[in-house]
Structures are given as C-alpha cells and as structure tokens.
C-alpha cells in the first residue's frame, strides 16, 4: 500500500510538472521538426507556373525557438522578426547581418508580436504583458505599459501612427496612444483569448478574431462594435483587411479561410481551402487579388480571390508557418515559422 501511495505521489508530481510546461505559449501548439537545415523548398503545385512564383532569397537562422512575428520597415531597409526565444531581432535587408537584438526577460513561453510604426521611427512589440515602444535610431526603450494579463497576442499601429491596438488572452482589445502609450480605450473583445488584430486602412475601423471563433468589426478608435460574424466552427488564428478595405479574411484552425466584402457579413463570400490543419496566418496582395498563406502543414498558399482557387502551393519550411509579411512595394515575402528560421522570398509575377 505505501508502494502503491509513492507510485501515485511519483504520478501527481511528473502530472503538475507536465501541466507546468504546458502553460504560457502562444495559440500555437507544439510539433515535432527536424534540423532546419534538412529543408529545401519545394514547390507543390502551380496553376500558373510561367507568371507566379516564389524564389527563396535568404534563409536567417538567428532565433533558437519559434518565430512568432516578422515585419519589414517601411523603407524595406530592415526586418524585424520576434521570437519565443525572447527576442526582437533586427536585420539588415542588403547584407543580413544582425543589427540589434533586443533581449526580453519573462517566465513564459511566449512569442513576441512586433511591428515597424508607419514613418519608420519605432518599433512596438509585445514582450509578453508589456508593450513597449524602441527608436529605430538608437533600438532605446521610448516607453512600456502593462497590457494584457497572461499575454499579448496581436498588435497593429493605424496608419497614421497616433495610435496602437493590442490584443490579449484576456479577451480584451486596448487602444493606446503613441508616443507615450496612454491609455486610450479598451473592451473585453471577446469570451476567450483574442488572438488577432488589424486596422483598416483608412484608420476609421479595426476588426479581430480569437478562440471563440467570432469575427468583430469595431469602431477605432471608440472600439464601438459594429458586426460579430460567427461562421468558424473553430478558432480564427489571424485576420485581416484588404488594402482597398474591400475585403475581410479570417484564417482558422478549421482548416479554411473565409473571405468576407466589407460590409456584407450574412455569408462568406469565399471559403478557400488547400491546407493540410490549422491556418495560423493569411494575407492580401497590395491588389488585392492574391492572398498568401501560412499552414501548419509547412506550406505558403497563393489563393485567386476572384476564383477562390490555390494557384500556387509551396513546400516552404520544415515546421508550422506561424507568419507571413509581404514588403512594402510588394516585392518581397518573408515568412517566420516553427522550424526557427525567417525566409524572404522575391515573388514573381
């Protein structure tokens, strides 16, 4: 009986430990993946193989875990990638040579979100609860602010720079003031963990999607709700609008992305489908015809809006596609994934 006693004692312990390890990431769950150097891309499908394709450019390696975020600069002079190593890492897009790393100091497991402001002076990321702000400049620290408890998932910065939303497993969107991140407005968005956000081009509108699997259009900066879409019978892992807000799209752990006309919420008007498991990321062409997305089957998409086909289906990593940002003047792709590694890609066409 005491032997039977330390056997369940053993049990609850290695039980405790395992949910402790468990706790803190991102929405993205764990998989397994071989050496990143294993991987050469692999292009599976092209409907339209003399106009459309991706050449991979460059392949960084300077991130030890999974890569949560990556964004260009506005003058697409540097990259910016966050990571679940606990950095923000900044490369030059001539040479590739690391230009700062900014080292963050948590508990948790978690990726960081980040983005360049539009005129190219800041960059704001999420270091687990706290936002912070850098000067391009000198990578200094500007200011910080505690945001979401247990995590920031999503943020996005409206297009005239004044101000930033940001989204957390609390369920809540905040909208804060730049530079000095004052504290603008904030909703509890949603029942579960929001897990993405963005705003319109225009400035006048946000959306987001989350666990709960609700697609909200909103207000911004007021965040005064306007429509709630539940069509996924899953999470939406990413959302976004169009440049031309034409178009909405929520990427989802069911597999599809759905495609909404602004405005028009009754029915999707396409579902596109083509991955193999979750979608944790999509987003338009500057023309909004394309849409480019990331799977947790390791492959970026190219979807025809008009069609609502795949035209282009590419073996990209060797690990879930967690992020995807095209470069300003749309010329280039660059996509961070599981296996640890950012790829840029010149997109042909």
Same mark, same amino acid.
């Not at 009986?1 to 395992?18: H, N, S, T």
């Not at 599809?256 to 029915?267: D, F, L, N, P, V």
């Not at 992020?323 to 790829?343: E, H, M, Q």
């Given at each position: ?18 949910l ?80 700062n790393?900014m ?6 497991l978690w ?10 002076n ?13 000067? @391009?400049?000198?990578? %200094?620290? #500007? $200011? &910080?602010?505690?945001? /979401?408890? !247990?995590?920031?998932? =999503?943020?996005? *910065? +409206? ?18 003031? @730049?530079?000095?991140? %004052?504290? #603008? $407005? &904030?909703?509890?968005? /949603?029942? !579960?963990?929001?897990? =993405?956000?963005? *705003? +319109? ?16 259009v ?13 069509? /996924?019978? !899953? ?5 976004? *609008? +169009? ?10 752990a ?16 396409r579902?596109?489908?083509?991955? !193999? ?5 999509? *987003? ?8 480019f ?57």
């Open positions: 009986m005491v032997y039977m006693k330390g056997i369940f004692e053993i049990m609850a312990v290695l039980g405790i430990i395992i402790l390890l468990s706790c803190g990431e991102n929405k993205v769950k764990p998989t397994n993946y071989n050496n990143t150097n294993s991987i050469n891309p692999v292009t599976l499908y092209n409907k339209n193989a003399e106009n459309l394709s991706l050449t991979l450019i460059k392949t960084l390696e300077d991130h030890y875990l999974y890569v949560f975020y990556v964004s260009f600069s506005p003058d697409e002079r540097l990259i910016a990638s966050g990571s679940a190593d606990k950095t923000v890492i900044i490369n030059d897009c001539s040479s590739w040579k690391v230009v790393v080292k963050e100091n948590y508990y948790d990726g960081i979100p980040v983005k360049f402001s539009p005129d190219g800041y960059i704001v990321y999420g270091s687990y609860e706290t936002l912070k702000i850098v000067s @391009v400049r000198n990578f %200094k620290e #500007i $200011t &910080n602010a505690y945001a /979401h408890k !247990k995590g920031i998932q =999503s943020l996005d *910065i +409206s297009p005239n720079g004044q101000y930033i939303i940001s989204a957390g497993v609390d369920g809540q969107l905040r909208v804060w003031g @730049v530079p000095d991140l %004052k504290p #603008i $407005t &904030n909703v509890l968005g /949603h029942d !579960k963990e929001v897990w =993405s956000t963005c *705003i +319109s081009a225009d400035g006048k509108f946000a959306v987001s999607g989350g666990e709960d699997g609700f697609l909200k909103w207000k911004f900066p007021s965040l005064e709700l306007q429509s709630a879409v539940k069509y /996924h019978q !899953k999470s939406i892992e990413y959302v976004s *609008i +169009s440049p031309l807000q034409k178009y909405i799209l929520c990427a989802s069911d597999s599809t992305i759905s495609i909404w006309k602004w405005g028009e919420y009754q029915a999707p008007y579902v596109l489908t083509g991955h !193999k498991g979750s979608v944790p990321v999509a *987003i338009f062409s500057s023309n909004e015809n394309l849409i997305s990331g799977g947790q089957d390791d492959c970026i998409d190219i979807f025809d809006i008009e069609k609502g086909t795949m035209i282009y289906n590419l073996k990209a990593h060797n690990g879930d596609i967690l992020t995807l940002c095209l470069s300003p003047d749309g010329k280039f792709l660059a996509s961070g994934s599981r296996d640890r590694t950012v790829k840029v890609w010149q997109f042909n066409k």
